[in-house]
């Protein structure tokens, strides 16, 4: 699964660098990661009393005791699973009183820890990473949007009632999630294929933030082949994947019966990498 292998590429992170900071994401797709880390620590000793955290994003006006709040979400997925400090645990607060005030105080945290090095996202329908909806400005930082149709209706869902579900969330902005030193997204489902293939193979535009990541140095893409189903280049990134000696560790264990990795170069679109895990770290 195109899930265990995003585990495992942060299980072995976090066990080359102890104080690893990693950024975080929500949603439905994370889940299956963070019990597989869970796992890990329980019965492999996957250690995070030395790391810090920092999430994408949360909701404007929800508290952190709310059941749908991402704090409410990531400490029942993971934080009270594992021996992570959750002081080092970091999320925007969307029940300050200030929230512009709060959103320069997350920059200044994220510059005070010296920035994330190994960054987690998801894709939402609308193409956008965190809550960076369309027309978003690439070179944006952490900040207050309105949240579009399209993500309200995704979400909403989760609320009860649904009318409950915020309109407005502070997000890390594009700019902010680029500054990591390493960035891996995770989608899968055939509901998110056209999305990807435009983030992956179309031009970068404002209109899906998520395509912002061709510009990264060192971005890993982790697709199932549902979610991967309208790529164009598959063979070209399968090749990549079976030959190129920085995934030898992955192919040396059969652990990943499916799923697709995809590498963006910074400067040469076309070196967008994708190929079948059929082996794991």
């Given amino acids: 699964m195109a899930t265990e292998l995003v585990a495992r590429v942060i299980a072995k992170e976090l066990r080359d660098n102890p104080r690893l900071v990693i950024g975080l994401a929500t949603g439905?797709?994370?889940?299956?990661?963070?019990?597989?880390l869970v796992q890990m620590h329980r019965e492999e000793g996957l250690d995070f009393?030395?790391?810090?955290?920092?999430?994408?994003?949360?909701?404007?006006?929800?508290?952190g005791s709310h059941r749908n709040s991402y704090r409410h979400y990531m400490n029942h997925n993971l934080f009270l699973n594992v021996n992570v400090n959750l002081e080092n645990t970091h999320l925007p607060n969307g029940a300050a009183a200030d929230i512009e005030a709060e959103c320069d105080h997350y920059e200044k945290l994220l510059a005070q820890c010296g920035g994330i090095d190994l960054q987690l996202l998801g894709i939402g329908l609308a193409g956008h990473l965190g809550f960076n909806e369309p027309v978003s400005s690439l070179r944006s930082?952490?900040?207050?949007?309105?949240?579009?149709?399209?993500?309200?209706a995704q979400n909403a869902k989760l609320f009860q009632p649904p009318e409950e579900m915020p309109r407005r969330a502070?997000?890390?902005?594009?700019?902010?999630?680029?500054?990591?030193?390493r960035c891996l997204l995770l989608a899968t489902g055939e509901d998110k294929a056209q999305i990807v293939a435009r983030a992956i193979e179309g031009p970068v535009t404002s209109?899906?933030?998520?395509?912002?990541?061709?510009?990264?140095?060192?971005?890993?893409?982790?697709?199932?082949?549902?979610?991967?189903?309208?790529l164009q280049e598959t063979d070209y990134y399968r090749w990549i994947f079976e030959n190129e000696p920085q995934w030898q560790t992955y192919r040396d264990e059969a652990t990943v019966p499916n799923g697709h990795v995809t590498k963006v170069n910074r400067w040469n679109k076309e070196e967008a990498q994708i190929s079948p895990v059929r082996n794991g770290i």
């Avoid at 439905?28 to 597989?36: C, D, G, I, L, P």
């Avoid at 009393?49 to 508290?63: K, M």
């Fill in 141 to 152: 930082r952490t900040r207050v949007k309105v949240l579009s149709p399209v993500t309200r």
């Fill in 28 to 36: 439905r797709t994370m889940e299956s990661v963070y019990a597989r």
């Fill in 207 to 230: 209109m899906l933030s998520a395509t912002a990541l061709q510009f990264h140095p060192r971005c890993v893409i982790v697709l199932d082949e549902a979610a991967a189903s309208q």
């Fill in 49 to 63: 009393s030395a790391c810090h955290t920092f999430n994408l994003d949360e909701y404007v006006g929800l508290p």
């Fill in 170 to 181: 502070i997000t890390m902005g594009v700019g902010t999630i680029l500054d990591a030193r």
